[in-house]
C-alpha cells in the first residue's frame, strides 16, 4: 500500500516561484511518480512524471520550462518546483504514483494524494 501526502501549495502572485513536496509512504521502489492538477469543474490535467529513478522526465507543454520534477528516493519525496508562475496555474495539485509505464494518464496511476491547493494571484 502506498500513501502520498502534498505540501507546499498556498498563494502566491503571478511570476513567483513555489515548490510542492510529495512525501511518500509504502513501497515505492518500483513506481513512476507524477503531478497532476485540476481546477473546479475540469479534467484533471497532466503536469509531470518521473521514472523510477529519474531517467526519464515529461512534461505538459503549458509548464515546460517553467515547472521541474525530480525526486528524493532516499527521503521518499517527489518535488515540483514551480517558476514563473501563472493565474492558469491555481488549481489543486495532486502526486500520483503508478507502475512502470504510467505517463501522461491520470488512469494509469494508482495512488493519489489527497491535493495541496496552490492559487496564483495576479
Known amino acids: 500500500q502506498v500513501q502520498l501526502v502534498e505540501s507546499g501549495g498556498g498563494l502566491v502572485q503571478a511570476g513567483g516561484s513555489q515548490r510542492l513536496s510529495c512525501a511518500a509512504s509504502?513501497?515505492?521502489?518500483?513506481?513512476?511518480m507524477g503531478w497532476f492538477r485540476q481546477a473546479p469543474g475540469k479534467e484533471r490535467e497532466f503536469i509531470a512524471t518521473?521514472?523510477?529513478?529519474?531517467?526519464?522526465?515529461e512534461y505538459a507543454d503549458s509548464v515546460k520550462g517553467r515547472f521541474t520534477i525530480s525526486r528524493d528516493n532516499a527521503k521518499n519525496i517527489v518535488y515540483l518546483q514551480m517558476n514563473s508562475l501563472k493565474p492558469e496555474d491555481t488549481a489543486v495539485y495532486y502526486c500520483?504514483?503508478?507502475?512502470?509505464?504510467?505517463?501522461?494518464?491520470?488512469?494509469?496511476?494508482?495512488?493519489w494524494g489527497q491535493g495541496t491547493q496552490v492559487t496564483v494571484s495576479s
Open positions: 518521473t521514472t523510477t529513478f529519474g531517467g526519464r522526465v
Open positions: 500520483a504514483a503508478g507502475p512502470p509505464g504510467s505517463s501522461r494518464d491520470a488512469s494509469g496511476y494508482d495512488y
Open positions: 509504502g513501497r515505492t521502489f518500483n513506481y513512476n
